[in-house]
């Protein structure tokens, strides 16, 4: 098969509105869960997933947590426009209104989203700023910010704080905005005698100093999917969240993992199946449509991810098989795979892979690759040839020459038919949007089946998208 001429049209279903579940059930675990299993579709509970799973076996999670990406500043000129999205790196989704009784002219309000740290290029790292940091942003109405900065006040822990967003460049589509806050203290004005405030940054021993991260939960907004067509709630902080996210960093939630609960995993412990733990940072691009005829014509966007060493020797020891939770421990996982190939010096020179919509040869010998990143098509031009074993190994010892206990690394892997599963053999997904990467994904894994399995989800009340109920699917 040519994965590069799949027509994306062949990939579409009706999906009316009604089908998509705006706001998530009250207990997560009540939720659907349709098993394709040998062939077969059947329905249950989703807290009856343990018993459904194989003794012994090995799962694997993200836990990655969602931040609160949407920071929302006010120009000082004429009545709001609401964004309409599009080019430019523009960013779409709801703003809120004017505020008033202010007795002031209020201006334009500007979005800007996060996508990933620029400076420092470390999630931690950068979360961890105090005073100033940099990131790749969309920008929503950015029509109506033409230059200088953006201010807006806010306090945290008691302290009134200064923030700007200043434009610095474009990486892409996306445009590179850098923030610095500083503390705001009122001091005498000179020669007035009368108290005026004065900008001043956060000083040693004048009160602890704020963290980007603490920026983002005073002011930030949590990034709902846009296809719910409504606002953010606070309950969102805690729905949008799995019970076992840890790791700051995406835009958008792993949403299989929204289904577990305290109870689920207790049960999946009791069966003797291990727990394994991987990062990858969901970007905005998850959300981004196939715009292009055949899927040839679709860039994937870069994704980060963290893997510890013992999750690599959990692998080995269950023989290079998983059941991952979600597209996202399944990119991760398969991922893991290339980079093994990388890791274990195949003679790349041969290879040409698509990256960043340019054609190029690609040389991942071990003695040179500092940084491992898994190109888009790199699993279409490989031979495969390396067995799943091997590869895990080769990046254990990529691992040992480095010191590292935990794998950094980036992929833009796009699984579609004509992709040869390396890992997982078993996968907890959601209901995915037409014409979409995440459907190409499942059909990947069942085949012409995902006609059945969606056809039977919309015929039986299934709820669909990121709030939506679930599927366990076997190959």
């Known amino acids: 098969m040519d994965t590069k001429h799949i027509q994306i049209r062949d990939y579409n279903y009706p999906l009316p509105d009604e089908r998509i579940a705006k706001y998530p059930l009250p207990e997560r675990d009540s939720s659907k869960l349709l098993v394709y299993r040998g062939g077969r579709i059947s329905e249950t509970i989703f807290r009856s997933l343990p018993s459904l799973l194989p003794e012994g076996a090995l799962m694997v999670f993200n836990n990655t947590r969602v931040i609160q990406a949407r920071l929302h500043f006010r120009k000082k000129a004429a009545s709001p426009v609401p964004s309409k999205g599009g080019g430019n790196g523009e960013a779409t989704g709801w703003f809120p209104p004017p505020l008033e009784g202010t007795g002031e002219a209020v201006g334009a309000l500007i979005e800007i989203f996060l996508l990933e740290p620029a400076d420092p290029v470390e999630y931690q790292e950068n979360f961890a700023q105090k005073g100033s940091c940099s990131w790749y942003c969309l920008v929503g109405n950015s029509k109506k910010w033409k230059e200088g900065k953006l201010t807006r006040e806010l306090t945290i822990k008691n302290e009134k704080l200064k923030i700007t967003a200043e434009r610095i460049g474009t990486h892409g589509t996306s445009q590179e905005i850098r923030f610095e806050w500083q503390s705001l203290t009122p001091t005498l004005s000179k020669g ?284």
């Open 192 to 475: 007035e005698g009368e108290r005026s405030p004065q900008f001043t940054p956060p000083l040693e021993g004048q009160g602890e100093a704020i963290t980007f991260a603490e920026v983002l939960d005073a002011i930030g907004e949590l990034p709902i999917p846009p296809y719910l067509n409504r606002k953010s709630q606070e309950s969102d902080k805690t729905t949008y969240q799995t019970v076992y996210s840890k790791i700051k960093g995406s835009v958008a939630a792993p949403t299989a993992g929204l289904h577990f609960t305290k109870r689920v995993l207790a049960d999946i412990d009791a069966r003797g199946i291990e727990r394994e733990e991987v990062t990858l940072h969901v970007g905005a691009g998850t959300f981004r449509p196939v715009k292009s005829e055949d899927i040839g014509g679709h860039d994937m966007h870069t994704e980060h991810i963290a893997v510890h060493r013992r999750t690599i020797e959990r692998l080995l020891a269950h023989g290079g098989e998983a059941i991952a939770v979600g597209t996202t421990s399944v990119r991760t996982l398969e991922s893991l795979y290339y980079m093994g190939v990388m890791a274990n010096g195949v003679k790349s020179e041969e290879l040409r892979v698509k990256n960043d919509g340019q054609e190029e040869i690609v040389n991942r010998k071990l003695s040179n690759c500092k940084f491992l990143h898994v190109p888009q098509w790199m699993p279409y031009e490989y031979d495969n040839s390396l067995s799943t074993v091997e590869a895990l190994e080769a990046l254990l010892r990529y691992m040992d020459e480095r010191g590292e206990e935990v794998l950094h690394a980036s992929t833009q892997i796009i699984i579609a038919p004509g992709y040869k599963y390396h890992i997982v053999r078993r996968m907890i997904t959601n209901f995915h949007q037409p014409q979409s990467t995440l459907l190409l994904l499942v059909s990947a894994f069942i085949g012409d089946a995902w006609h059945q399995v969606y056809d039977y989800a919309l015929t039986h009340d299934f709820r669909f998208l990121s709030y939506g109920d679930s599927s366990l699917l076997e190959c």
